[in-house]
């Protein structure tokens, strides 16, 4: 056998496995080295390839199409600096538990530290970011290699999905010629050759003692708040629902949690607590005996210093399987066990709650009173909280919302109200990064589920041949465009009171018109002045095939001034209902 039916085989089989274990999407950026598993990929009948010639882009992209399929996705690279491009969005992989498969093409070992070209070291390049790491055989066709290659496969997927989602890596080695021959009888494999599935996987759920252990813990407690951070469960909203309901207590949700949006009861869900919780003096005045956490920890700084100046409250952190994510340094209990059976059992094991009678109803009140100023009468220019609050208001049925970093989420968790809407929103909140975040947008948006990705312009800048995607393969993306001329978040952060020096290092005006990269790219281009305007020109892009962009642009020292007087409006309408 030579060496072309050789490389052909292993690779096809390690191809042909991946997408028996379930594997539907592969991104693939283009290089020499890694032609055996390009041409293999797209050769096969079975999986999406998707082309995307920047490995940053490229990545993001894939973790895009992850995030909203919860399902692992495939990228393929060429050896050297190509691979050491993927390393901003497996970082956010790891850190946000989405599941990557990284297969990094590289040269053979003869070719390693003698000054080849393209060769750098990629033995565990991602270091502790991935969950697994394999250096792969050379190839080699035997009934044994062929195995051998199916089962690296097949433990690839399900380690991407096992326990907390996360990236992987395989990198191959591969002596030239590099093409494959597609001619070749069995190219998939032999009949009787069979698949590497691994056997499947539990759910974690506490045993009898320990839910009666932790109940107990909690009978004499009057004041318990459910927290929801970021979590991507689907069934999870209507069990910590059923939860809040039985025991009589708030639930503050991110805008991430998923539990904002749909058909479940939603009287429980304190959805403006970060506008009051700003207030030093609310949060003296709503001191926990107990806080109960499900999912990551939640965007809002408030409610970061309301778990700080509550030390003494017990605390409970949620986790599906591990993981110790609690920044506060708090003394904690950490629970390991699956979020929806959990709420379902500690229904089912509480007979009585003592929760204080008029609890919960001080919570609901301040929401009311802080959704009242939040949702109020509109500006006659644009503010940037009134152009996330028309967004979230005409957002289609059974769509997502990609929201970028900084101002963007922060904008979203003040103004996404409840809605019966069927909604998802997704961001990289993983390292909480300005980067790759048009990639991830249209990613998602590849997924074929209607995204409209929410941004700053920063963070628009910093990935616009992310764009590139958009327009290759006609993907259907609305992006609304926050242009404030700069960093706006550090208007709201003491470096705005450094007038010597703020606006070069933390400002960073661009002085962009972007409606040339628009056009560029082959997209529809409109500004909005008004809410009302925008949400006209929202509804004409939802009916849009193709890449739209609108831009609304702002002032940061006016938004600035514009947040501060809502949340100081809502702070005194309390503090006065309290007297």
């Not at 056998?1 to 028996?20: C, G, P, Q, S, W």
């Not at 097949?154 to 991407?160: C, D, E, G, P, S």
Request: charged fraction near 25%.
């Amino acid at each position: 056998m030579n060496h072309t039916e050789i490389l052909t085989r292993y690779t096809a089989n390690f191809v042909d496995e991946l997408i028996k274990n379930g594997l539907t999407n592969v991104v693939i950026s283009p290089g020499s080295r890694s032609t055996p598993l390009a041409l293999t990929f797209t050769e096969h009948p079975d999986i999406k390839e998707w082309v995307i010639i920047d490995e940053r882009s490229a990545a993001f992209f894939a973790l895009g199409i992850a995030k909203q399929t919860k399902h692992p996705v495939a990228l393929v690279c060429t050896s050297g600096t190509a691979a050491a491009n993927y390393f901003p969005a497996i970082v956010e992989a790891h850190y946000s538990r989405v599941p990557l498969i990284i297969l990094t093409a590289d040269r053979p070992h003869e070719l390693r530290d003698v000054g080849a070209p393209q060769a750098i070291e990629q033995i565990k390049l991602y270091g502790d970011y991935v969950k697994w790491f394999q250096e792969m055989a050379l190839p080699e066709s035997s009934p044994s290699m062929l195995q051998y290659v199916r089962n690296k496969a097949a433990r690839a997927f399900y380690m991407a999905q096992e326990g907390n989602p996360g990236p992987i890596h395989l990198n191959f080695p591969f002596r030239e010629p590099l093409n494959p021959d597609f001619s070749l009888d069995h190219l998939w494999g032999e009949a009787s050759q069979k698949s590497s599935t691994p056997t499947l996987d539990g759910r974690k759920q506490l045993a009898e003692e320990q839910l009666l252990s932790l109940v107990k813990k909690l009978q004499d407690k009057r004041k318990g708040v459910i927290v929801c951070g970021p979590q991507v469960e689907d069934a999870f909203a209507e069990a910590v629902v059923d939860l809040a309901v039985s025991w009589g207590l708030p639930i503050l949700a991110d805008p991430l949690s998923q539990i904002r949006s749909g058909k479940h009861a939603k009287d429980h869900i304190i959805e403006g607590y970060d506008a009051f919780l700003k207030s030093e003096t609310i949060r003296k005045r709503l001191k926990p005996d107990f806080i109960l956490r499900f999912g990551a920890m939640p965007v809002s700084k408030p409610y970061l210093f309301y778990v700080k100046e509550h030390q003494d409250a017990m605390q409970f952190i949620v986790e599906n399987h591990t993981g110790f994510r609690e920044p506060t340094g708090n003394v904690t209990e950490f629970i390991f066990a699956d979020p929806i059976p959990l709420c379902k059992d500690l229904v089912d094991t509480t007979k009585k709650c003592n929760t204080e009678a008029t609890w919960l109803g001080k919570w609901q009140q301040m929401n009311r009173i802080a959704k009242k100023h939040l949702l109020g009468e509109a500006e006659k220019q644009i503010t940037e909280g009134e152009a996330v609050r028309g967004l979230l208001e005409v957002l289609p049925e059974e769509s997502s919302l990609y929201v970028g970093n900084s101002m963007a989420i922060r904008d979203v968790d003040t103004f996404f109200m409840t809605t019966e809407k069927d909604m998802t929103i997704l961001a990289n909140r993983g390292a909480n990064g300005i980067d790759g975040m048009v990639s991830s947008g249209i990613g998602a948006a590849a997924a074929g589920k209607p995204v409209t990705l929410l941004l700053g312009d920063l963070s628009f800048f910093h990935d616009l041949n992310g764009l590139l995607a958009a327009k290759h393969y006609q993907l259907n993306i609305t992006i609304l465009l926050i242009n404030n001329n700069g960093g706006g978040i550090f208007s709201f952060l003491s470096q705005a009171s450094d007038k010597n020096h703020f606006e070069a290092l933390f400002g960073t005006p661009l002085d962009i018109d972007f409606k040339h990269v628009i056009a560029m790219y082959g997209g529809k281009y409109a500004i909005a002045n008004n809410e009302t305007a925008l949400k006209a020109m929202l509804k004409d892009c939802y009916n849009y095939q193709g890449l739209s962009v609108i831009e609304v642009q702002t002032d940061r020292s006016d938004n600035v001034d514009w947040h501060k007087k809502k949340w100081q409006a809502i702070e005194q309408e309390i503090l006065m209902r309290e007297e």
